[in-house]
């Protein structure tokens, strides 16, 4: 990922095409994998509050509120679109200035994010339209094919998996349930 590479990964959800969030062309070839406008956002994954903070001009009290309330839940992984989002590739942030951002709880994933010290794409592994491939034997050859690099883990895992929560929280407090 550091060279511009893409992957497949597990996540706190389903499996996910991932690359550097910050690396324009990288986030370019997970648009062309996918097939998919790259009018329609994608999301990432990062492993704690403080690398969270990195990637917003400002995050509203009430998007730590909720975090907090859903980590004391131990609620389902749940994405949180905020506004004035900065140090990502142009390429990822919507036309408004949001983008869709997780803190992931999952082992793999959250070393991942840990490791690679950077905000990771975070997209399911499917091409646009098509259902979110909820453990690796789902993926598509096409995908497969595609990317640079298929992590191992949890390969063998045949157990059902569904999409995060997505949440919108504007700057004004307006908070939006986009998909529970």
């Excluded at 990822?92 to 869709?100: K, P, V």
Aim: with cysteine; aromatic share 6%; net charge negative.
């Amino acid at each position: 990922m550091r060279k511009g590479g893409v992957i497949l990964y597990p996540t706190d959800t389903v499996w996910g095409i991932g690359c550097d969030a910050t690396n324009v062309e990288a986030v370019k070839r997970v648009y062309e994998i996918k097939q998919r406008d790259d009018s329609k956002a994608l999301i990432c994954l990062v492993d704690s509050d403080a690398r969270l903070q990195r990637y917003f001009r400002n995050v509203p009290d009430v998007a730590w509120q909720l975090l907090d309330s859903l980590n004391a839940a131990e609620a389902k992984p749940t994405t949180l679109i905020l506004d004035g989002a900065i140090n990502l590739a142009e390429n990822l942030i919507a036309e408004d200035g949001s983008i869709g951002i997780r803190i992931t709880n999952e082992s793999f994933s959250k070393e991942l994010c840990y490791r690679f010290q950077k905000a990771i794409v975070s997209t399911s592994a499917n091409i646009s339209g098509e259902p979110a491939a909820q453990n690796y034997c789902d993926i598509d050859p096409r995908i497969l094919e595609a990317v640079d690099y298929v992590c191992w883990s949890r390969r063998q895992e045949h157990k059902p998996h569904t999409p995060s929560s997505i949440i919108k929280l504007k700057g004004d407090g307006e908070v939006t349930i986009i998909r529970s």
